[in-house]
């Protein structure tokens, strides 16, 4: 390997990289909204490691109606999306280039549509230089719970954010500054649409939990008032439901979470909620959101909880989206060739190393275990391993470690590619390479907070800095949903 393609930032020059500052991209596309967000992260260096110390918000799209085409409205509309996101990027001011990192997320029934994968797909591509794709519920739950502000106002305390979209709701609850448990049910405010002489619009296939007969109501009906109250009231009681812990059966996504105490906070966010804002839409309300942000908030209220609006709720999960899902590697990292980079969808089995001794078999086991129970195939066979090392660093503990990982991914035809929580990238990348001659590709990150993630994009090298940005998702198109 020539040593011009061969990078080890410990070795590199950085310039003026104690604070650095990030431009990511949100786009998410929703049942019922899409709208995009940028935001400028300030990160700080300490310790060998980044923080974000500041979020800025640069610029927020108007919120448009997701385009929906075809015959019941199958696709999603690309042109659209993509014409949303030059527009912003225009009176942002900012060039494609100038976007280091983001998130394309498809969320609610918009996964249910056709061509969900290849939307996303293409915007990914279209949309700059590092944006990475992700879809499903649990990370719609964890965008929404950071971007309403759930898990900031939970430090030292506990709060639980419900976040009503146009197809699902996302439930988090938040405990001193970290998401402890998610669920996602079928309840959605756009679920059933009107057309303007207020006869049926259009029927998603969660409505059917919530009529009378378990049917969908056809095309161009009108519905009595009445009804209409009693499938609110049934979706509204779902949530509840859901708070109280109690089983939903259909209408569950995820694993149940635990009862919620009456005596705490729910933060309400999700594009139903700007229905009980000040600032709600000025457009007369064509589905059931307004009905159903009304009767959820009584509801929950008269149930003996506090109820607080998010700031600006309809964007919680675009916020979250872009402000929220980037790490960066600390700055002793080992890469043997950049042009690896970027990688996307990488699936990722977590290694713990022990704290007491070990030998290469041990190791070995150690890797092939993981990967056995791994529940995602990467693009072009790829594997991550993430590294959770306890212990010392010794050069017999190296040793050992980086035969044992040859060892555990032989046959795979994967770059070794290495997430640390500790920072030791720099040290064990260069044991690969310099004691043991390995000649396959090599990547090996550290300074991560979280390495046990379903899925990661890894960015290019941050100009300057010797950074690497680091994404965690979720690729579930149509996730949890037990209907059709």
Sequence with gaps: MSESRRFTSADRALVESDIIEVLTLGLDIGSATSHVSISKLTMVRGHNRYTVSNTEVVYQSPVMKTPFGGEGRAFIIRTELESMIDESLLKAEIDRDDIESGVVILTGN???????????????????????????????????????????????????????????TKISRCVDGKISEL?????????????????????????????????????????????????????????????????????????????????????????????????????????????????????????????RIANDPIRATVLGASQQRMQVSGNTVFISDERLLPIRNAPVSLVTVPAEDFDQEMITELVEESLSKALF??????????????????????????????EGLKGLNTPITLLLKQDIAGLIGIHFVEELNYQKPVICLDGL?????????IGEVINQTGLVPVVAKSILFNSGSKLS
């Design 183 to 307: 669920t996602a049910i079928e309840v959605g405010g756009r679920i059933l649409q009107f057309n303007a002489d207020g006869a049926v619009g259009h029927a998603e296939p969660n409505l059917g939990l919530y009529t009378s007969d378990g049917q969908l109501p056809e095309y161009g009906t009108a519905l009595e008032s009445q009804e209409l109250e009693q499938i609110v009231d049934r979706m509204a009681n779902t949530i509840l439901d859901t708070v109280r812990g109690r089983d939903l059966g259909d209408a569950l996504r995820l694993q149940l979470i635990t009862e919620y105490p009456t005596s705490g906070t729910v933060v309400l966010s999700g594009g139903v909620s700007q229905w009980i804002t000040a600032t709600k839409p000025a457009d007369a309300c064509d589905d059931l959101g307004e009905r159903l942000a009304l009767k959820t908030r009584d509801l929950l209220q008269d149930t003996g909880y506090t109820i």
């Design 449 to 457: 907070d979280q390495v046990d993630f379903d899925f990661v994009d």
């Design 110 to 168: 918009a996964l249910r549509r056709q061509n969900a994968r290849q939307i996303a797909d293409l915007l990914a591509s279209f949309s700059g230089k590092f944006i990475s794709i992700s879809a499903g519920d649990r990370l719609e739950s964890t965008m929404a719970a950071f971007g309403s502000g759930a898990v900031q106002q939970s430090i030292g305390s506990d709060c639980l954010n419900v976040d009503i979209g146009g197809g699902t």
């Design 377 to 406: 195939s990467g693009d072009h066979g790829l594997r991550v391993l993430g590294i959770d090392w306890l212990g010392s660093l010794t050069y017999s503990r190296a040793d050992a470690f980086c035969n044992g990982v040859i």
